[in-house]
Protein backbone atom coordinates (compact mmCIF):
# COMPACT_ATOMS: atom_id res chain seq x y z
CA UNK A 1 0.00 0.00 0.00
CA UNK A 2 1.10 3.31 -1.09
CA UNK A 3 0.15 7.02 0.04
CA UNK A 4 -0.37 9.41 -3.76
CA UNK A 5 -1.42 12.66 -4.65
CA UNK A 6 -2.89 13.71 -7.99
CA UNK A 7 -2.72 17.50 -9.29
CA UNK A 8 -5.26 18.09 -12.01
CA UNK A 9 -4.88 20.57 -14.83
CA UNK A 10 -6.98 21.84 -17.37
CA UNK A 11 -11.03 20.81 -18.33
CA UNK A 12 -13.39 18.82 -16.80
CA UNK A 13 -12.58 15.42 -18.76
CA UNK A 14 -9.29 15.94 -16.76
CA UNK A 15 -11.44 16.52 -13.58
CA UNK A 16 -13.23 13.27 -14.62
CA UNK A 17 -10.10 10.96 -15.48
CA UNK A 18 -8.96 12.31 -12.16
CA UNK A 19 -11.84 11.41 -9.95
CA UNK A 20 -11.42 8.15 -11.39
CA UNK A 21 -7.75 7.38 -11.41
CA UNK A 22 -8.39 7.96 -7.31
CA UNK A 23 -10.95 5.54 -7.10
CA UNK A 24 -9.33 2.84 -8.77
CA UNK A 25 -6.32 3.25 -7.06
CA UNK A 26 -7.59 3.10 -3.41
CA UNK A 27 -9.39 -0.02 -4.82
CA UNK A 28 -6.26 -1.61 -5.15
CA UNK A 29 -5.60 -0.35 -1.67
CA UNK A 30 -3.61 2.50 -2.42
CA UNK A 31 -3.98 5.81 -0.33
CA UNK A 32 -4.78 9.39 -1.52
CA UNK A 33 -3.22 12.55 0.21
CA UNK A 34 -3.34 16.22 0.21
CA UNK A 35 0.20 17.06 1.87
CA UNK A 36 3.32 16.20 -0.73
CA UNK A 37 5.48 15.42 1.97
CA UNK A 38 2.97 12.16 2.67
CA UNK A 39 2.61 10.89 -0.81
CA UNK A 40 5.06 8.00 -1.78
CA UNK A 41 4.16 8.97 -5.43
CA UNK A 42 2.54 12.24 -7.68
CA UNK A 43 0.54 11.94 -10.43
CA UNK A 44 -0.26 14.96 -12.79
CA UNK A 45 -3.06 14.86 -14.92
CA UNK A 46 -2.03 17.50 -17.64
CA UNK A 47 -3.42 20.28 -20.27
CA UNK A 48 -1.81 21.40 -23.02
CA UNK A 49 -4.53 23.32 -24.69
CA UNK A 50 -3.18 26.87 -24.20
CA UNK A 51 0.86 27.75 -22.80
CA UNK A 52 0.08 29.12 -19.92
CA UNK A 53 -1.35 25.65 -18.25
CA UNK A 54 1.93 23.99 -20.23
CA UNK A 55 4.47 26.20 -18.60
CA UNK A 56 2.90 25.44 -15.09
CA UNK A 57 3.11 21.56 -15.43
CA UNK A 58 7.00 21.80 -16.08
CA UNK A 59 6.93 24.03 -12.57
CA UNK A 60 4.90 21.56 -10.75
CA UNK A 61 7.31 18.33 -12.03
CA UNK A 62 10.26 20.47 -10.37
CA UNK A 63 8.45 20.82 -6.86
CA UNK A 64 9.09 17.61 -6.52
CA UNK A 65 12.56 16.95 -6.97
CA UNK A 66 13.62 17.41 -3.14
CA UNK A 67 11.43 15.09 -1.83
CA UNK A 68 13.13 12.33 -4.57
CA UNK A 69 16.59 13.60 -4.08
CA UNK A 70 15.89 12.85 -0.18
CA UNK A 71 14.05 9.42 -1.09
CA UNK A 72 10.51 10.44 0.26
CA UNK A 73 9.38 10.15 -3.41
CA UNK A 74 9.60 7.35 -5.18
CA UNK A 75 8.10 8.74 -8.75
CA UNK A 76 6.08 11.39 -10.56
CA UNK A 77 3.71 10.20 -13.28
CA UNK A 78 2.60 12.39 -15.74
CA UNK A 79 -0.42 12.10 -17.76
CA UNK A 80 -3.00 13.85 -20.02
CA UNK A 81 -2.39 16.62 -23.15
CA UNK A 82 1.32 17.58 -22.24
CA UNK A 83 2.33 13.89 -21.45
CA UNK A 84 1.04 13.49 -24.75
CA UNK A 85 2.66 15.77 -26.53
CA UNK A 86 5.83 15.55 -24.72
CA UNK A 87 6.42 12.16 -23.69
CA UNK A 88 9.49 10.34 -23.48
CA UNK A 89 11.19 13.68 -23.22
CA UNK A 90 10.54 14.39 -19.94
CA UNK A 91 12.57 11.45 -18.96
CA UNK A 92 15.94 12.91 -19.48
CA UNK A 93 15.30 16.54 -17.77
CA UNK A 94 13.03 14.67 -15.07
CA UNK A 95 14.83 11.28 -13.83
CA UNK A 96 11.87 10.99 -11.27
CA UNK A 97 8.85 11.03 -13.98
CA UNK A 98 9.22 7.44 -14.45
CA UNK A 99 5.08 7.29 -15.82
CA UNK A 100 3.95 8.64 -18.79
CA UNK A 101 0.52 8.05 -20.28
CA UNK A 102 -2.15 10.33 -22.38
CA UNK A 103 -5.41 10.26 -22.29
CA UNK A 104 -5.92 7.42 -23.73
CA UNK A 105 -3.39 4.84 -21.80
CA UNK A 106 -5.05 6.93 -18.58
CA UNK A 107 -7.15 3.32 -17.73
CA UNK A 108 -4.25 1.01 -17.36
CA UNK A 109 -1.81 3.63 -15.13
CA UNK A 110 -3.47 1.66 -11.65
CA UNK A 111 -2.05 -1.33 -12.77
CA UNK A 112 1.55 -0.02 -13.26
CA UNK A 113 1.76 0.88 -9.88
CA UNK A 114 3.26 -1.42 -8.04
CA UNK A 115 5.93 -2.36 -10.72
CA UNK A 116 7.27 1.55 -10.53
CA UNK A 117 7.04 1.16 -6.57
CA UNK A 118 9.19 -2.22 -6.55
CA UNK A 119 11.46 -1.68 -9.37
CA UNK A 120 13.23 1.95 -9.19
CA UNK A 121 14.68 1.67 -12.15
CA UNK A 122 11.88 0.73 -14.54
CA UNK A 123 9.80 3.93 -16.43
CA UNK A 124 6.73 2.94 -18.28
CA UNK A 125 5.07 5.04 -21.25
CA UNK A 126 1.38 4.54 -22.54
CA UNK A 127 1.03 6.87 -24.94
CA UNK A 128 -0.53 4.81 -27.89
CA UNK A 129 -3.82 6.29 -28.90
CA UNK A 130 -6.48 3.30 -28.82
CA UNK A 131 -8.33 2.19 -31.95
CA UNK A 132 -12.11 2.67 -29.96
CA UNK A 133 -13.04 4.52 -27.23
CA UNK A 134 -10.61 3.52 -24.21
CA UNK A 135 -13.33 1.69 -21.64
CA UNK A 136 -12.24 2.22 -18.07
CA UNK A 137 -13.15 -0.75 -15.44
CA UNK A 138 -15.82 0.56 -13.37
CA UNK A 139 -15.36 2.07 -10.03
CA UNK A 140 -17.72 4.43 -7.91
CA UNK A 141 -17.42 5.32 -4.66
CA UNK A 142 -20.22 4.01 -2.15
CA UNK A 143 -22.18 7.42 -2.24
CA UNK A 144 -21.79 10.14 -4.87
CA UNK A 145 -21.46 13.95 -5.01
CA UNK A 146 -24.63 15.30 -5.85
CA UNK A 147 -23.29 15.99 -9.29
CA UNK A 148 -21.59 13.42 -11.43
CA UNK A 149 -19.06 13.44 -14.95
CA UNK A 150 -19.54 10.95 -17.72
CA UNK A 151 -17.03 10.77 -20.39
CA UNK A 152 -19.03 10.06 -23.74
CA UNK A 153 -16.53 10.65 -26.49
CA UNK A 154 -12.92 11.05 -26.48
CA UNK A 155 -10.68 13.02 -29.37
CA UNK A 156 -11.99 15.34 -31.47
CA UNK A 157 -11.89 15.73 -35.64
CA UNK A 158 -12.20 19.32 -36.33
CA UNK A 159 -8.90 20.91 -36.41
CA UNK A 160 -9.61 24.13 -35.59
CA UNK A 161 -6.33 26.60 -36.91
CA UNK A 162 -5.79 26.86 -33.43
CA UNK A 163 -6.14 24.07 -31.22
CA UNK A 164 -4.07 21.85 -30.44
CA UNK A 165 -6.40 18.86 -29.03
CA UNK A 166 -6.68 16.95 -32.41
CA UNK A 167 -3.07 16.38 -31.74
CA UNK A 168 -3.11 15.35 -28.51
CA UNK A 169 -5.92 13.27 -27.58
CA UNK A 170 -6.58 11.43 -31.45
CA UNK A 171 -9.25 11.29 -33.73
CA UNK A 172 -13.08 11.56 -32.11
CA UNK A 173 -14.00 8.10 -30.66
CA UNK A 174 -17.40 7.47 -29.30
CA UNK A 175 -18.29 5.61 -25.96
CA UNK A 176 -21.25 2.58 -26.57
CA UNK A 177 -24.35 3.75 -25.50
CA UNK A 178 -24.79 0.82 -23.72
CA UNK A 179 -21.80 1.77 -21.17
CA UNK A 180 -23.01 5.32 -21.11
CA UNK A 181 -26.44 4.52 -19.47
CA UNK A 182 -24.79 2.01 -17.58
CA UNK A 183 -22.44 4.22 -15.96
CA UNK A 184 -25.17 6.89 -15.57
CA UNK A 185 -27.92 4.44 -13.64
CA UNK A 186 -24.87 3.87 -11.46
CA UNK A 187 -24.36 7.36 -10.27
CA UNK A 188 -28.12 7.91 -9.62
CA UNK A 189 -28.58 4.81 -7.89
CA UNK A 190 -25.83 6.08 -5.59
CA UNK A 191 -27.04 9.94 -4.85
CA UNK A 192 -26.65 11.97 -7.92
CA UNK A 193 -29.17 14.30 -8.80
CA UNK A 194 -26.94 15.91 -11.53
CA UNK A 195 -25.26 14.40 -14.77
CA UNK A 196 -22.79 16.51 -16.39
CA UNK A 197 -21.84 14.76 -20.24
CA UNK A 198 -18.36 15.30 -20.77
CA UNK A 199 -16.23 15.30 -24.35
CA UNK A 200 -14.38 17.85 -26.93
CA UNK A 201 -17.10 17.96 -28.87
CA UNK A 202 -19.95 16.42 -27.02
CA UNK A 203 -22.63 17.29 -29.44
CA UNK A 204 -21.03 15.81 -32.43
CA UNK A 205 -21.17 11.75 -30.25
CA UNK A 206 -22.11 9.46 -32.85
CA UNK A 207 -20.92 10.62 -35.93
CA UNK A 208 -17.61 9.21 -35.73
CA UNK A 209 -17.34 5.19 -37.17
CA UNK A 210 -16.34 4.28 -33.76
CA UNK A 211 -19.41 4.28 -31.73
CA UNK A 212 -22.68 1.82 -31.74
CA UNK A 213 -24.69 4.46 -34.18
CA UNK A 214 -26.47 6.34 -31.26
CA UNK A 215 -27.29 9.93 -32.22
CA UNK A 216 -26.58 12.71 -29.40
CA UNK A 217 -30.17 13.45 -29.09
CA UNK A 218 -31.36 9.74 -28.58
CA UNK A 219 -28.39 9.45 -26.30
CA UNK A 220 -29.46 12.49 -24.01
CA UNK A 221 -33.18 11.12 -24.54
CA UNK A 222 -32.57 8.00 -22.89
CA UNK A 223 -30.68 9.57 -19.79
CA UNK A 224 -33.25 11.96 -19.40
CA UNK A 225 -35.74 9.40 -18.53
CA UNK A 226 -33.27 7.35 -15.64
CA UNK A 227 -35.66 7.68 -12.10
CA UNK A 228 -34.15 10.01 -9.88
CA UNK A 229 -32.39 12.02 -12.14
CA UNK A 230 -33.32 15.57 -11.90
CA UNK A 231 -30.69 17.80 -14.11
CA UNK A 232 -28.70 17.10 -17.08
CA UNK A 233 -26.18 18.91 -18.46
CA UNK A 234 -23.50 18.49 -20.91
CA UNK A 235 -19.87 20.52 -22.29
CA UNK A 236 -18.32 21.30 -24.31
CA UNK A 237 -20.49 21.73 -27.12
CA UNK A 238 -19.42 22.81 -31.47
CA UNK A 239 -21.96 25.49 -33.00
CA UNK A 240 -21.58 23.63 -36.17
CA UNK A 241 -23.25 20.23 -34.46
CA UNK A 242 -25.76 21.89 -32.53
CA UNK A 243 -28.45 20.66 -34.48
CA UNK A 244 -32.12 21.50 -34.96
CA UNK A 245 -33.30 18.43 -33.01
CA UNK A 246 -31.20 19.21 -30.09
CA UNK A 247 -33.02 22.42 -29.52
CA UNK A 248 -36.26 21.11 -29.40
CA UNK A 249 -34.82 18.50 -26.98
CA UNK A 250 -34.62 21.40 -24.84
CA UNK A 251 -37.95 22.56 -24.76
CA UNK A 252 -39.41 18.61 -24.24
CA UNK A 253 -36.70 17.66 -21.19
CA UNK A 254 -37.68 19.43 -18.80
CA UNK A 255 -34.69 17.88 -16.70
CA UNK A 256 -31.92 19.32 -19.63
CA UNK A 257 -30.39 22.50 -17.59
CA UNK A 258 -31.50 25.24 -19.46
CA UNK A 259 -28.04 26.23 -19.68
CA UNK A 260 -25.64 25.99 -22.24
CA UNK A 261 -21.64 26.20 -23.01
CA UNK A 262 -21.56 27.24 -26.66
CA UNK A 263 -17.71 28.77 -28.00
CA UNK A 264 -18.33 31.54 -29.94
CA UNK A 265 -14.19 32.45 -29.91
CA UNK A 266 -15.03 35.22 -32.38
CA UNK A 267 -18.04 37.77 -33.29
CA UNK A 268 -16.11 38.36 -36.62
CA UNK A 269 -16.98 35.76 -39.73
CA UNK A 270 -13.67 36.59 -40.90
CA UNK A 271 -12.00 35.66 -37.95
CA UNK A 272 -14.27 32.40 -37.83
CA UNK A 273 -13.44 31.55 -40.89
CA UNK A 274 -9.68 31.68 -40.38
CA UNK A 275 -10.59 29.49 -37.47
CA UNK A 276 -11.85 27.06 -39.09
CA UNK A 277 -14.56 27.15 -37.24
CA UNK A 278 -17.46 26.15 -40.10
CA UNK A 279 -20.02 28.75 -39.22
CA UNK A 280 -20.09 32.62 -39.34
CA UNK A 281 -21.53 34.85 -36.87
CA UNK A 282 -25.01 34.64 -38.38
CA UNK A 283 -25.39 31.49 -37.78
CA UNK A 284 -24.22 31.42 -34.17
CA UNK A 285 -26.70 34.45 -33.31
CA UNK A 286 -29.91 32.17 -35.25
CA UNK A 287 -28.36 29.23 -33.17
CA UNK A 288 -28.91 31.46 -30.02
CA UNK A 289 -32.01 33.11 -31.13
CA UNK A 290 -33.47 29.63 -31.82
CA UNK A 291 -32.33 28.28 -28.04
CA UNK A 292 -34.15 31.26 -26.06
CA UNK A 293 -37.27 30.74 -28.61
CA UNK A 294 -37.34 26.80 -27.44
CA UNK A 295 -36.12 27.54 -23.63
CA UNK A 296 -36.75 31.07 -22.73
CA UNK A 297 -35.12 30.91 -19.86
CA UNK A 298 -31.88 29.58 -20.94
CA UNK A 299 -29.05 30.66 -19.80
CA UNK A 300 -24.92 31.07 -22.41
CA UNK A 301 -21.34 30.62 -21.50
CA UNK A 302 -18.65 31.20 -24.08
CA UNK A 303 -15.18 30.92 -24.37
CA UNK A 304 -13.66 33.88 -26.52
CA UNK A 305 -10.11 34.24 -27.87
CA UNK A 306 -8.73 37.56 -28.29
CA UNK A 307 -5.87 38.89 -30.68
CA UNK A 308 -6.16 35.91 -32.85
CA UNK A 309 -3.74 36.33 -36.12
CA UNK A 310 -5.27 38.78 -38.67
CA UNK A 311 -7.90 40.58 -35.74
CA UNK A 312 -8.25 43.85 -36.26
CA UNK A 313 -10.00 46.54 -34.03
CA UNK A 314 -13.22 46.34 -36.04
CA UNK A 315 -13.16 42.60 -36.06
CA UNK A 316 -12.76 42.38 -31.82
CA UNK A 317 -15.38 44.88 -31.53
CA UNK A 318 -17.93 42.54 -33.22
CA UNK A 319 -17.05 40.01 -30.90
CA UNK A 320 -17.84 42.96 -27.92
CA UNK A 321 -21.29 43.66 -29.84
CA UNK A 322 -22.35 39.60 -30.06
CA UNK A 323 -21.51 39.90 -26.20
CA UNK A 324 -23.92 42.76 -25.60
CA UNK A 325 -26.93 40.73 -27.94
CA UNK A 326 -26.38 37.50 -25.93
CA UNK A 327 -25.63 38.65 -22.58
CA UNK A 328 -23.49 35.61 -21.60
CA UNK A 329 -23.29 35.13 -17.86
CA UNK A 330 -19.91 33.34 -18.72
CA UNK A 331 -16.97 34.40 -20.50
CA UNK A 332 -13.85 32.50 -20.20
CA UNK A 333 -11.33 34.68 -22.45
CA UNK A 334 -7.77 33.60 -23.49
CA UNK A 335 -5.50 36.04 -25.36
CA UNK A 336 -4.19 33.89 -28.61
CA UNK A 337 -1.05 31.85 -28.54
CA UNK A 338 0.73 29.47 -31.08
CA UNK A 339 0.52 26.04 -30.20
CA UNK A 340 2.89 23.32 -31.69
CA UNK A 341 1.85 21.89 -34.72
CA UNK A 342 -1.28 24.01 -35.52
CA UNK A 343 -2.40 25.93 -38.55
CA UNK A 344 -2.27 28.81 -36.96
CA UNK A 345 1.25 28.52 -35.39
CA UNK A 346 2.34 29.66 -39.26
CA UNK A 347 0.07 32.46 -39.56
CA UNK A 348 2.28 35.73 -40.33
CA UNK A 349 0.12 38.61 -39.42
CA UNK A 350 0.41 37.93 -34.91
CA UNK A 351 -1.44 40.64 -32.83
CA UNK A 352 1.02 42.35 -30.38
CA UNK A 353 1.06 41.05 -27.38
CA UNK A 354 -0.36 44.72 -25.59
CA UNK A 355 -3.19 44.93 -28.02
CA UNK A 356 -4.16 41.57 -27.06
CA UNK A 357 -3.71 42.49 -23.41
CA UNK A 358 -5.66 45.97 -23.90
CA UNK A 359 -8.13 43.87 -25.53
CA UNK A 360 -8.75 41.32 -22.73
CA UNK A 361 -9.34 44.01 -20.35
CA UNK A 362 -11.67 46.09 -22.25
CA UNK A 363 -13.61 42.63 -23.21
CA UNK A 364 -13.76 41.74 -19.28
CA UNK A 365 -14.67 45.10 -18.48
CA UNK A 366 -17.98 44.78 -21.01
CA UNK A 367 -18.24 41.08 -19.29
CA UNK A 368 -18.28 42.34 -15.76
CA UNK A 369 -21.13 44.87 -16.74
CA UNK A 370 -23.39 42.51 -18.07
CA UNK A 371 -22.76 39.71 -15.70
CA UNK A 372 -23.72 41.92 -13.11
CA UNK A 373 -27.03 42.86 -14.81
CA UNK A 374 -28.01 39.61 -15.42
CA UNK A 375 -27.25 38.61 -11.72
CA UNK A 376 -29.19 41.37 -10.04
CA UNK A 377 -32.28 40.29 -11.78
CA UNK A 378 -32.04 37.08 -10.00
CA UNK A 379 -32.50 39.14 -6.42
CA UNK A 380 -35.95 38.00 -5.39
CA UNK A 381 -36.25 34.77 -6.89
CA UNK A 382 -36.44 31.47 -5.26
CA UNK A 383 -34.08 29.41 -6.97
CA UNK A 384 -33.51 25.48 -6.41
CA UNK A 385 -30.04 24.78 -5.45
CA UNK A 386 -28.50 21.53 -5.12
CA UNK A 387 -25.86 21.46 -2.12
CA UNK A 388 -22.70 21.07 -3.11
CA UNK A 389 -21.29 21.72 0.68
CA UNK A 390 -20.59 23.56 3.31
CA UNK A 391 -18.15 26.75 2.74
CA UNK A 392 -14.94 27.86 5.18
CA UNK A 393 -17.63 29.87 6.96
CA UNK A 394 -19.58 27.39 9.31
CA UNK A 395 -23.34 29.16 8.58
CA UNK A 396 -22.66 29.39 4.96
CA UNK A 397 -23.09 26.37 2.60
CA UNK A 398 -22.77 26.43 -1.33
CA UNK A 399 -24.77 24.81 -3.95
CA UNK A 400 -25.80 25.45 -7.95
CA UNK A 401 -28.96 26.66 -9.47
CA UNK A 402 -30.39 25.16 -12.32
CA UNK A 403 -28.73 27.66 -14.87
CA UNK A 404 -25.02 26.67 -12.94
CA UNK A 405 -24.92 29.36 -11.07
CA UNK A 406 -23.07 29.76 -7.45
CA UNK A 407 -25.30 30.11 -4.08
CA UNK A 408 -24.09 30.63 -0.98
CA UNK A 409 -26.83 30.79 1.92
CA UNK A 410 -26.64 30.86 5.25
CA UNK A 411 -27.90 28.16 7.49
CA UNK A 412 -29.10 27.74 10.73
CA UNK A 413 -28.79 24.68 12.84
CA UNK A 414 -32.51 23.98 12.95
CA UNK A 415 -32.50 23.95 9.04
CA UNK A 416 -29.47 21.11 8.38
CA UNK A 417 -31.80 18.19 8.07
CA UNK A 418 -33.13 19.90 4.72
CA UNK A 419 -29.83 19.72 3.45
CA UNK A 420 -30.02 16.30 3.45
CA UNK A 421 -32.29 16.33 0.37
CA UNK A 422 -29.44 17.72 -1.72
CA UNK A 423 -32.08 19.92 -3.58
CA UNK A 424 -33.51 22.96 -1.68
CA UNK A 425 -35.05 26.80 -1.74
CA UNK A 426 -33.07 29.23 -1.97
CA UNK A 427 -34.48 32.93 -1.99
CA UNK A 428 -31.80 35.24 -3.45
CA UNK A 429 -30.94 37.90 -1.33
CA UNK A 430 -28.11 40.03 -3.13
CA UNK A 431 -25.64 39.32 -6.36
CA UNK A 432 -22.15 39.78 -6.29
CA UNK A 433 -19.04 39.38 -8.72
CA UNK A 434 -18.83 35.76 -9.05
CA UNK A 435 -22.10 34.10 -7.02
CA UNK A 436 -25.69 34.51 -5.85
CA UNK A 437 -26.32 35.35 -2.05
CA UNK A 438 -29.56 34.03 -0.26
CA UNK A 439 -31.43 32.23 2.76
CA UNK A 440 -32.88 28.90 2.80
CA UNK A 441 -36.70 28.42 2.54
CA UNK A 442 -38.55 26.67 5.29
Avoid at 38 to 47: E, M, P, Q, R, S
Wanted: aromatic residues 10%.
Amino acid sequence: MAKFKIVTFGCQMNVADSRWLSLALERKGHQAVEQDELADFVLLNTCSVREKPFQKVYSEIGRYKAAWEKNRLFFVGVGGCVAQQVGEDFWPKFPYVRLVFGTDGCWQVPDQIDPLLTQPELRISLLDFAPVYPEKPRVFPDRSQPSAFITIMQGCDNFCAYCIVPLVRGPQKSRFKSNILAEARAWVERGAKELVLLGQNVNSYGQDKYGDGTSFVELLDEISAIQGLKRLRFTTSHPKDLSLDLIELFAQKEVLSPQLHLPLQSGSSKILAKMGRKYDRKKYLDLIRRLKQARPEMAFSTDVIVGFPGESEADFRQTLDVLTEVEFENVYVFKYNDRPGTAASKLTNKVEEEVKQERLLRLLEVQKFIRQKLYQRQVGKILEVLVEGQTSQVDVWRGRDNWNRVVNFKVNGAQLDKLLTDLVQVKITAAKKNSLWGELCL
